[in-house]
């Protein structure tokens, strides 16, 4: 018998071990995937993936960069000569054209002639650009084909566009979302913590046990609701709210988004934070308040700082959960992706676009890798978060009480 | 227990049918493809269909590798696409079997009432900010869009901006339900959404395509007999060397019983 519960007790400490173990080695294989699909984008031709652009044997110009090409296909360029080229107008050629320029017959019942009737549309109009498919634009193409570019780290991180789906050259810069998750969160947590703190103060220390009764299942409610009934909330009362307090010509900002994540922050800090108050030893607090401290200096001088480092873990998870937070965000902050000065600007955050645009991204592109860098981000950043506040919490001097 | 082991696989036999099939691909055909086979499902024993979205694109590549027999498609096959299908041997039939048009929508108290597309095209590419230079009040423009994921947005790019990106500032919203939210709350709004989904909170915009000589509303009628613009055919593909499995079906799509379901649901019949 007694051997039996040793061995029970063995296996116990054997499955906690493993369960432990096997929690830590996911989470490394969930960060190690991210990084590695991530980490694919860099390299990759600026141009989307086997396509080229062709321009006239004449033409002088070798290469253009992401930006000028997009300027071109968007008609804001018009003449070669803005990129360096000679004083000649620009025609844009997508593929889609080619039954503008060639007839059914010229093209072959199985559209097999494409690649001569592409030189020749390219030898006739001097001053088309054609974006054609790479497989046409090889042997006996008599078109020149401008030089490749590449993605670069410097063109992501200091991007200040973000047109994933731009043709032919999308353009990854994460500036404006970085931007954007910053500021909503920023605001968020300005506005969540000092309430939060305050409930849980009232919670811990004020409130008779009555109105804690009908308060603590109150704030867990909260919690409980999902995050698209907060954004359809936020849409439809909060939004309208925004743009007619404030005389804005829209109300889908990044402060409503900052109002909603703290309403959805609020519950976590709350809940956390008075935990930690609540467990300051009732000898400490008695032995203030004999030596003749009033209510109000015992919470400062002794609750709370007995309680910090349970009031920044409150933070923390705050924080974490305005930084992750998609689907209530995607919902009322208008998702423009352009670098924000004020919070009353619409943004978009990164959670929101990894959500938006995954389901289309063709898996393995340069999108689909940019999206799992904006991952990576999302990591790093509530890495640095977390990080800090140890860092914080642990210098503090050790209150002598 | 082995009796019901001989029992379940026998009514296996008998519902596994010759016909099964299966469509995949636009998220704007979804709904409407669901009512139709389950109609159909009921009009015929043992016909068995299973339809599923994912978007054009997601449709078109599961023609291709054999998962699907027929692609929903809520947009022309692209030219690479109708390429590497030919490559495959695998010439594909287009059928069309319903339109949807796209109305432009603006606050209800809005002056503006017409829109050309070049206008259109100014105001989503963010040439044109203020909607006092197209004669309405001096209020900001604000522009609503569809995600990036949706063939809306796609086809809008395409028809209206004539494949010019949209600006960088605009609004994207998650769904066509948010745009008609927004925008009946935002004075200065303007967003485009399906027929089907107009209603009296939002104004529909007369459109021009032919440099205002003519502005055409959008409605039921105009896009049924092809005066208004911005109308979009949604199409079935399939392989032709299978055009004898999927044939019944796309038959009974384009039948009046069909096309009724089509008009139903709010798209526009093809007849």
């Not at chain 1, 050629?93 to 019942?109: K, Q, S, V």
């Not at chain 2, 008998?14 to 016909?19: E, H, L, Y």
């Not at chain 2, 998650?174 to 009296?200: E, M, R, W």
């Not at chain 2, 004898?244 to 798209?267: A, H």
């Amino acid at each position: 018998m007694k051997r039996l519960k040793k061995i029970a007790e063995a296996i116990a400490e054997r499955v906690l071990m493993v369960s432990g173990f096997i929690t830590s080695l996911v989470i490394v294989l969930i960060v190690l995937f991210l990084f590695r699909e991530g980490a694919g984008l860099f390299g990759k031709p600026d141009v989307e993936e086997g396509y080229v652009l062709a321009v006239n044997r004449k033409n002088p110009v070798e290469k253009l960069s992401p930006r000028q090409i997009m300027e071109i296909f968007d008609g804001e360029i018009t003449d070669w000569k803005q990129v360096g080229g000679a004083e000649e107008g620009i025609v844009v050629f997508r593929l889609n054209d080619i039954t503008d320029y060639a007839t059914e017959e010229e093209l072959g019942p199985e559209l097999d002639s494409i690649p001569q009737c592409l030189s020749r549309i390219l030898s006739e109009n001097s001053g088309m650009i054609a974006y054609v498919p790479k497989q046409y634009a090889a042997d006996g193409f008599t078109g020149k084909r401008l030089a490749e570019g590449k993605i670069t780290p410097r063109s992501f991180f200091g991007g200040r566009e973000w047109y994933p789906t731009a043709q032919p050259s999308p353009q990854f810069g994460v500036v404006p979302l970085i931007m954007g998750t910053l500021w909503v969160s920023l605001g968020a947590i300005l506005i969540a913590l000092p309430f939060g703190l305050a409930v849980a103060i009232y919670m811990a220390e004020l409130a008779g046990e009555r109105i804690r009764r009908a308060l603590k299942p109150a704030v867990e409610l909260l919690a409980g609701i999902p995050s698209v009934v907060y954004g359809f909330f936020g849409l439809v009362v909060v939004v309208p709210l925004i743009q007619r307090g404030f005389g804005l010509p829209v109300g889908e900002t990044g402060l409503a988004g900052s109002l909603i994540l703290a309403v959805m922050a609020l519950p976590t800090i709350i809940t956390v934070a008075e935990d930690a108050i609540r467990n300051t030893p009732r000898a400490m607090k008695e032995s203030s308040l004999a030596l003749g401290a009033t209510h109000w200096q015992t919470i400062r001088r002794v609750v709370l700082p007995y309680s910090v480092s349970g009031i920044t873990a409150a933070a923390v998870l705050g924080i974490g959960r305005a930084i992750g937070e998609t689907m209530a965000v995607l919902m009322v902050t208008g998702n423009a992706a352009v670098i924000p000065h004020t919070l009353l600007e619409p943004m978009r955050t990164i959670p929101a676009t990894i959500a938006a645009e995954l389901g289309e991204a063709p898996s393995g592109g340069a999108h689909y890798e940019a999206l799992f860098l904006l991952g990576c981000i999302l990591f790093v950043l509530t890495l640095a978060v977390s990080l800090s506040v140890e860092f914080i919490s642990a210098r503090r001097p050790k209150q002598t009480i | 227990m082995k009796r019901i082991a001989i029992a379940l696989a026998a009514l296996a036999a008998v519902t596994a049918p010759a016909s099964a099939q299966k469509l995949k691909g636009s998220d704007t055909l979804l709904p409407l493809v669901q009512k139709e086979s389950e109609n159909y499902a009921k009009a015929r024993q043992g016909a068995d269909i299973t339809v599923t979205g994912g978007g054009s694109g997601v449709g078109i590549s599961a023609l291709m590798e054999g998962t699907a027999d027929i692609a929903m498609a809520s947009r022309k096959m692209k030219f690479d696409e109708k390429l590497k299908l030919q490559h495959a041997g695998k010439a594909p039939v287009e059928v069309t079997v319903a339109y949807d048009a796209l109305a432009v929508v603006v606050n209800p108290t809005n002056r503006v009432t017409e829109l050309t597309r070049e206008e259109l095209e100014g105001i989503f590419t963010g040439k044109i900010t203020n909607w006092k230079q197209l004669g309405g009040d001096d209020l900001k423009i604000v522009v609503y869009s569809r995600e990036t994921s949706s063939g809306t947005y796609e086809f809008f790019k395409e028809s209206v901006l004539k494949n010019k990106n949209y600006m960088a500032s605009i609004l994207s919203m998650p769904a066509t339900g948010a745009i008609i939210q927004s925008v009946s709350q935002t004075k200065g709004a303007i967003g485009y959404v399906g027929l089907a989904y107009l209603n009296k909170n939002v104004k529909a915009v007369h459109v021009s395509y032919d440099g205002g000589k003519s502005y055409v509303a959008p409605s039921f009628e105009n896009a049924r007999n092809k005066t208004y613009p911005i109308v979009r055919p949604l199409y079935f593909y399939y392989v032709k060397d299978r055009e004898k499995g999927v044939r019944p079906f796309v038959d009974y799509m384009l039948s009046s019983e069909g096309q009724g379901t089509v008009r139903q649901i709010g798209y526009i019949p093809v007849k």
